[in-house]
């Protein structure tokens, strides 16, 4: 198996435009989970699924972000418009059992200039 | 005070050193778990517990429920053991809500 897959792994972009992450989880995984990391608040989760629906989104820090999962094999999480302060590594995970066990993507490393 | 406290923040040891990383909660949990982070980035989840302890080759976790409390050990210690460790609580009655701490940054020299 591939493992999770997120792309672009690098993003830099200039504050105002849209931003699109991309997440293909690992076959069979009904949960997906999008993080943020940061030197200052460490790891975060966003928002996550089960089986395509949003479960919690509590964590997504305001309404520039928003996340889909438009079936099984693929997630987008969407900034508009990007700000620097949201500039950070996204994880996307995936797992079989919730949070019980996860597996973590390479993440994609955004900066906002 | 963050509800998930990870000490120390750096360590650096000796190949082949017994190494000890430190974790205190401050809410009711339903599982406690340690991730480790590599150099490049890349998160792997080590263990998930609950009471007791559990161990995976060199690596030990034990939880203390009744202190809030988790150790992760790290016995005859390498240098590619050098990553950031993170804990992690999944609060009791809360499956989805997961709080991390800030790591713990672990360098082991040759």
């Known amino acids: 198996d591939a493992g999770v897959i997120q792309s672009p792994r690098h993003e830099v972009t200039e504050m105002g435009q849209e931003v699109t992450l991309r997440c293909k989880p690992i076959?069979?995984?009904?949960?997906l989970f999008w993080y943020r990391q940061t030197m200052m608040r460490g790891l975060e989760l966003l928002i996550y699924f089960n089986n395509n629906v949003p479960i919690d989104d509590s964590g997504m820090p305001e309404d520039r972000f928003s996340a889909k999962m438009p079936n099984a094999s693929f997630s987008t999480l969407k900034i508009q418009p990007s700000e620097p302060r949201d500039s950070a590594v996204y994880f996307c995970a995936s797992s079989p059992w919730g949070l019980r066990e996860q597996f973590f993507g390479p993440g994609t490393r955004l900066t906002v200039l | 005070k963050n509800e998930v406290e990870q000490s120390p923040q750096n360590l650096t040891a000796q190949e082949g050193e017994f190494i000890t990383i430190n974790c205190s909660y401050s809410?009711?949990?339903?599982?406690l778990h340690w991730l480790q982070q590599h150099p490049g980035g890349g998160i792997v989840s080590l263990f998930m517990l609950s009471s007791g302890k559990k161990k995976h080759g060199r690596l030990i976790a034990t939880i203390n429920i009744q202190e809030k409390h988790s150790s992760l050990h790290i016995t005859a210690s390498h240098p590619r053991d050098s990553a950031v460790y993170i804990c992690?609580?999944?609060?009791?009655?809360?499956?989805?809500?997961?709080?991390f701490g800030k790591g713990t940054r672990l360098h082991i020299l040759p």
């Open positions: 076959s069979g995984h009904d949960y």
């Open positions: 809410v009711g949990i339903s599982a």
């Open positions: 992690a609580v999944t609060e009791r009655n809360r499956d989805d809500k997961i709080i």
